[in-house]
């Protein structure tokens, strides 16, 4: 087996279900994401000491059409803020996030 063959199935196992990932849904398609969230402080010239809400969606190369950075996406049913995009190693990890109430 080639290492292309190992990562492949590498990256088969971690977006399974049943193993790392979990069903969502981005910009309305139904989708097996990895998914980190955390929440975090920020400071903002005109909003000191505000709590975000950050999310990191790793998904395989699959086509999704989202918006521009600094736009709203809708994540498993609720508003977001597209942050950026990036390859990791054979995954798309789309950052997003909001304010935490």
């Not at 395989?60 to 709203?72: I, S, Y």
Request: hydrophobic content about 45%; charged content about 30%.
């Amino acid at each position: 087996m080639s290492l292309r063959d190992h990562m492949q199935s590498d990256l088969a196992m971690m977006l399974n279900a049943d193993e790392f990932a979990e069903a969502i849904t981005l910009c309305g398609v139904p989708l097996t994401a990895i998914v980190d969230i955390s929440k975090e402080s920020a400071s903002y010239e005109d909003r000191p000491s505000v709590f975000v809400e950050t999310a990191t969606i790793r998904i395989a190369e699959e086509f999704v059409t989202l918006p521009d950075v600094g736009r709203q996406v809708e994540f498993n049913g609720e508003e977001w803020v597209m942050g950026q995009i990036d390859d990791e190693d054979g995954l798309v990890a789309i950052r997003i996030w909001r304010d935490a109430a």
